[in-house]
């Protein structure tokens, strides 16, 4: 009974989860437009990072309750879930056509995002001891989340092949939206970490297993449901930045974050999912330049997607 219980919260958490983020996201980029933000900064980092509140919300629960492996999967996961199944669905829905900029810069900035966080993870094979990340590795992690800020500020200019709808709220409005936005995470976040835990207590599995299984593709949602809206549209741009932005986001700023908060034991275990993270972001990048140029192609996106029934088998195996 217990199960169904742990399981029903852990529906609600996401839903608490999805839904604070959506109208967060609609409260802060009416809030940015308001400021006169240019469309496309919004589009970098409001929208994308506004996606990826569910995974700050839940590593910040989880890092208080010292459960670094939920706090690593969480991140690591929902990073391998936005490009190959996220990108892979919003493919198939419709190809992908991706801006210069994007191919040049954002998604080799992702990949350092990666390469960063093995290094820094990684004080077992520089120094011999046990390996974490560290206070002064979320300070450097934060450091080049404000180099990314920087550039995205920096290219008000650039035209995108489209601009993110939104709408300008009255000030009350915006308000509320981003009032309840962040109550709707807070208690979703809550909700997730403390059903996931007790899952995996009852019936045995790994807290590793669950963070980049359910956890992963449960905070992934709004990164979902926003890109595959955006490819039903026709909105690439938006599709495929909403991930490459979230991807930059979670790393640099969640985990650089969640650092601050209390260092973070590192299972080297977790070596190999960076690897895959890091050959996923590969991936992405030379299919820019298969099929039709700087475009995600509808095969492409299918392969995405059987690549990561591939990696959950892998998973499960694993334990």
Request: aromatic share 12%.
């Amino acid at each position: 009974m217990n199960n169904f219980l742990d399981i029903f919260l852990l529906i609600i958490g996401f839903v608490f989860l999805t839904k604070g983020a959506d109208y967060l996201v609609i409260g802060a980029s009416s809030l940015a437009k308001k400021m006169s933000v240019s469309e496309i900064a919004i589009g970098l980092t409001v929208v994308s990072f506004g996606t990826s509140m569910p995974e700050l919300i839940v590593n910040i629960f989880a890092n208080i309750q010292g459960k670094a492996d939920i706090a690593f999967g969480n991140i690591i996961g929902s990073n391998i879930v936005n490009i190959l199944l996220i990108l892979g669905v919003a493919g198939i829905i419709y190809p992908i056509k991706t801006a210069q900029n994007t191919v040049w810069k954002e998604i080799p900035f992702s990949l350092l995002a990666v390469f960063a966080l093995l290094v820094l993870c990684n004080d077992f094979f520089l120094n011999g001891q046990d390996s974490v990340l560290s206070r002064g590795d979320g300070i450097v992690l934060l450091l080049f989340f404000l180099v990314f800020l920087i550039y995205v500020f920096g290219i008000p200019r650039v035209e995108s092949h489209d601009k993110p709808d939104i709408k300008m709220l009255s000030g009350m409005k915006t308000l509320i939206f981003i009032v309840v936005g962040l109550a709707g995470l807070m208690a979703g976040g809550r909700l997730v970490v403390m059903s996931a835990v007790e899952i995996t207590k009852s019936i045995g599995i790994s807290e590793r297993l669950i963070a980049f299984t359910v956890v992963a593709v449960g905070t992934s949602l709004p990164e979902l449901f926003t890109s595959a809206v955006a490819a039903y549209k026709g909105k690439c741009d938006i599709a495929i930045g909403n991930v490459v932005g979230s991807n930059i986001f979670n790393i640099f700023f969640i985990l650089g974050v969640s650092a601050l908060i209390a260092p973070l034991p590192f299972q080297l275990a977790f070596n190999v999912d960076i690897l895959i993270l890091a050959a996923a972001s590969i991936i992405l990048f030379f299919t820019m330049f298969t099929g039709k140029k700087h475009s995600l192609d509808r095969w492409e996106s299918i392969l995405f997607v059987i690549l990561y029934l591939g990696y959950t088998i892998f998973l499960i195996m694993r334990k």
